[in-house]
């Protein structure tokens, strides 16, 4: 189980056993995508602009590490579980991004940022605009939720969450 602060709230997750999100960083997200659904995964979702795939697996993590392998792609992804709080079904997955929101106290100095930044191997992505010293992060090396909820036991800042994408909507268009 782990967890992260929400408003200053814990909100408890438990990690599934039946979909993961696949983290793609230099390898195309269809690539990825094909590889899965060639070896019989079911893709729940896939995403270029954050490279992620989100992938049901009922044979656990190994059965898509073994996809990937089987492609040549699992030397440039990464395989995390996606998480479920307590009473969700199984199939309504917290999916992390691999972004983290976080929000230092505003009197924190720049090489303290940084010195975490670094700590942590995070990129800033963007400013949060109407939030002084409010930030979008990428960990592209490690588990985005672990590292928010480190992230909030440093003094500099209160506010760290991990970013899911959270809902699933399937549609079958008219013909």
Do not use: C
Not at 32 to 56: C, H, N
Not at 157 to 164: C, G, I, K, N
């Amino acid at each position: 189980m782990t967890h992260f602060v929400r408003d200053g709230e814990k909100v408890e997750l438990v990690p599934s056993t039946l979909t993961f999100t696949v983290h793609a960083e230099d390898v195309p997200v269809s690539a990825v995508a094909q590889a899965l659904t060639a070896d019989k995964l079911k893709v729940l979702v896939s995403r270029a602009p954050l490279g992620i795939v989100v992938v049901e697996s009922p044979g656990g993590s190994g059965a898509v590490t073994r996809a990937l392998e089987g492609a040549g792609l699992s030397a440039r992804t990464k395989v995390t579980p996606s998480f479920l709080q307590a009473g969700d079904n199984e199939l309504d997955p917290w999916s992390p991004t691999g972004r983290i929101v976080v929000r230092f106290q505003e009197d924190a100095e720049p090489a303290a940022i940084s010195a975490i930044l670094a700590r942590y191997d995070l990129r800033i992505l963007s400013d949060l605009e109407d939030i002084p010293k409010g930030y979008i992060l990428f960990a592209p090396n490690s588990d985005p939720v672990e590292i928010a909820r480190a992230l909030v036991e440093d003094e500099h800042l209160p506010d760290a969450e991990p970013e899911f994408i959270r809902r699933f909507v399937t549609y079958q268009q008219a013909s």
